[in-house]
């Protein structure tokens, strides 16, 4: 072979080598890409299961609560209805001052 052989042989094998090069750069942005996707929907799926479990939570504190004030509002509907509190009541009108 002679020295312009030689180049010219380079110079055919270049662009195959150069689009070999993309490729490889190509599949290695890809692989990049996926781990970051993968990374990405982990931390989601651990986020919403975290809301979901503050949401649950919250709902089960709602329904205590509501539970608790439906016990204080009978309670209290029982002490303005009961004789007691009548008593007590008329008493305060008869000095002068009601509570």
């Known amino acids: 072979m002679?020295?312009?052989?030689s180049i010219e042989e380079e110079s055919r094998a270049?662009?195959?080598a150069r689009r070999c090069g993309e490729a490889e750069a190509e599949v290695m942005n890809l692989r990049l890409q996926l781990r970051?996707?993968?990374a990405?929907?982990?931390r989601l799926v651990e986020?919403?299961?975290h809301a979901e479990e503050v949401v649950e939570n919250a709902l089960a504190a709602e329904h205590e609560l509501r539970l608790q004030i439906g016990r204080y509002a009978d309670f209290h509907r029982a002490l303005l209805h009961s004789r007691a509190w009548r008593l007590i009541q008329f008493?305060?009108?008869l000095v002068g001052r009601e509570w």
């Open 2 to 5: 002679t020295g312009k052989e």
């Open 14 to 16: 270049t662009p195959d």
């Open 36 to 38: 970051e996707s993968l």
């Open 40 to 42: 990405r929907e982990a």
């Open 47 to 49: 986020r919403t299961v």
């Open 91 to 93: 008493l305060r009108r």
